[in-house]
């Protein structure tokens, strides 16, 4: 949930007071000190700050959403959700600096890790079916569009899954790439 340095800064915080408890004597507080200090170690470890990426992505800051997921230590410590996390969020950082493949690569393992609701799933294929339909591969687009349309969705994504089906739609009798005007609209 929190920066890089806001984690240090409370790791430091948490030694410097152990230190003092410790030259006083206090040793309960010592040991709670140490406790929380392993605490927020373990929690770095295991979560990194893929909450604060995710928050500037959903705020549409690919820079700050980028910055932020490379704070991550390293990606097997992270836990199962946030592994797929990480690369959903991946996805979308690789989607704004045009690495289009990698991203499909990102969506896909976001999707073998886990995510937390099936709305975020909708939305993983939702984009992959953008993808696939950027690269003229209508048939897996729809696909993808049928596995977004099980998941639990909210309504708004479902509307966005009919538009991308309205222009796939008209992708069949069209030889430009329509697919490419609809996501330079939308983002």
């Known amino acids: 949930m929190f920066s890089k ?3 240090i800064l409370k790791i430091v915080l948490f030694i410097f007071f152990t230190i003092i408890f410790v ?10 000190l140490i406790a929380l200090t392993l605490l927020n170690i373990y929690n770095w470890i295991r979560y990194g700050s893929i909450n604060v990426s995710l928050r500037y992505m959903k705020k549409n800051d690919l820079k700050k959403a980028k ?3 490379n704070e991550t230590i390293k990606i097997d ?17 690789e989607i704004g600096e045009e690495n289009l493949s990698e991203a499909v690569n990102c ?15 909708g939305i993983v294929y939702l984009q992959l079916a953008v993808l696939s339909g950027i690269s003229g591969k209508l048939d897996i687009a ?3 569009l ?3 349309k099980k998941k639990k969705i909210k309504s708004q994504l479902l509307d966005q899954i ?7 739609e008209k992708q069949k009798d069209s030889k430009e790439n329509l697919m490419i005007d609809y996501l330079s609209k939308i983002t």
């Not at 836990?79 to 950082?93: N, P, Q």
């Open 67 to 69: 910055k932020y997921l």
């Open 77 to 93: 410590w992270l836990s199962r959700t946030y592994k797929g996390y990480y690369y959903f969020i991946k996805a979308y950082v």
């Open 23 to 32: 030259l006083l004597g206090k040793v309960p507080e010592s040991i709670l």
């Open 146 to 148: 049928k596995k977004a």
């Open 5 to 7: 340095t806001i984690r």
């Open 142 to 144: 729809t696909d993808f």
């Open 107 to 121: 969506y896909e393992k976001a999707l073998d890790y886990g995510l937390r609701t099936e709305n975020d799933e």
């Open 162 to 168: 009919q538009r991308v089906e309205e222009v796939l």
